[in-house]
């Protein structure tokens, strides 16, 4: 029989390290599944500039391996696999990792979120072969060649900006002519004398030969009329939805799939507790997500404190 540990932690960005952190100060000697590709959606970002304590910045990447050692440092124990599923039938829980068995008190998911597909026709045969979703990865496969983004929030202006440093255009797709993206995201995207904006277009479908992607066609959702545009690279970047399949079903979530609060950060399985984007239907900021490890973190300690009384 293996040790039951106080608490085990699924999922390794922001929210993850920061209750890496606070448990292993702690000292509940926490273990986290920081899954293959660990720290999240930010290993797949440039510059994060609106973490404070960064005035000049910092690359996603190297911020998530700085939290990763910090955390390290107070004891929390990393290891870069992936949670199969879990079993919250009864206590101590059950996580199962490659095909072997962890007992624990306690749980924290913050698993994050996963980048949503358009799933337009020609989608699928397409993915990786010209059509993406991180420039971050992709974006030097395209040196002077004309790509385009589709999107309007942050992650669209972001995307559309970072690919200025490769493409030769960059042109970014929207379905209406609001934004969701910040301000100061729109207008650096704007300004860029290498990126043009069409509003009003959504990808019908898209057009590829034998060498990959040739362009799309896309619709005016207003009259329904189509026009092609020409692009050799694609990049979707139209949001997220949380990573919780893993759960199967055993922790309530909403019906876009987010895993609900019941009391602060617990969720409805006492014992396990969310924290990042995997809950975050509003802010979803790095910042945000560290703020909330943290209080899951907390409760947890405050939680363990309660059943040992
Ligand atoms: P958002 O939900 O903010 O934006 C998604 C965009 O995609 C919207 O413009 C939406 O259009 C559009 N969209 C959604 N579905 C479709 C579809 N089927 N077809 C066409 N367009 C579609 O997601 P983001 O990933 O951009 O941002 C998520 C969060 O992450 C935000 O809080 C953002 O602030 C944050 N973020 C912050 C960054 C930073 O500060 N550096 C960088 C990246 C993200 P519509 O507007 O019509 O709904």
Redesign the pocket.
């Known amino acids: 029989m293996s040790e039951v540990r106080n608490v085990i932690i699924i999922g390794s960005g922001p929210a993850g390290y920061t209750a890496g952190l606070y448990t292993a100060r702690a000292l509940l000697e926490p273990l986290m599944f920081a899954g293959y590709m660990s720290g999240g959606q930010l290993m797949l970002?440039s510059d994060?500039?609106?973490f404070p304590g960064y005035p000049e910045g910092i690359a996603g990447p190297e911020m998530m391996m700085q939290l990763r050692e910090q955390a390290e440092r107070f004891g929390l124990t990393v290891q870069d696999k992936n949670v199969e599923r879990v079993d919250l039938s009864s206590r101590p829980y059950k996580v199962y990792v490659e095909g072997e068995e962890f007992l624990t008190d306690s749980i924290i998911v913050s698993t994050g979120a996963e980048s949503?597909w358009?799933d337009a026709e020609g989608e699928a045969e397409q993915k990786g072969r010209g059509i993406s979703t991180c420039a971050t990865c992709d974006g030097a496969f395209f040196r002077d060649e004309e790509v385009i983004v589709?999107?309007?929030?942050?992650?669209?202006?972001?995307e559309a900006t970072f690919l200025t440093r490769f493409a030769k255009k960059v042109t970014l797709i929207?379905?209406?002519d609001?934004?969701?993206?910040?301000k100061v995201?729109y207008e650096r995207a704007a300004n860029h004398d290498k990126i043009e904006i069409k509003t009003f277009r959504?990808?019908k479908k898209w057009l590829s030969n034998d060498a990959g992607l040739t362009g799309a066609v896309l619709v005016d959702p207003r009259d329904g009329s189509e026009e092609e545009i020409a692009c050799t690279g694609a990049f979707i970047?139209?949001?997220?939805k949380p990573i919780t399949s893993f759960l199967e079903e055993q922790v309530e979530v909403d019906e876009h799939g987010y895993i609900i609060h019941k009391e602060h950060t617990m969720t409805s399985v006492p014992g396990v507790f969310a924290a990042g984007d995997v809950v975050d239907t509003?802010?979803?900021?790095a910042i945000t997500a560290a703020g909330m490890g943290c209080q899951a973190a907390i409760d947890v300690e405050r939680w363990l404190e309660d059943q040992h009384s």
């Open positions: 970002t994060v500039e609106n949503i358009l589709i999107g309007g929030g942050d992650s669209a202006m972001e929207h379905r209406r609001v934004f969701k993206a910040s995201m959504s990808v970047a139209i949001g997220h509003r802010y979803k900021q």
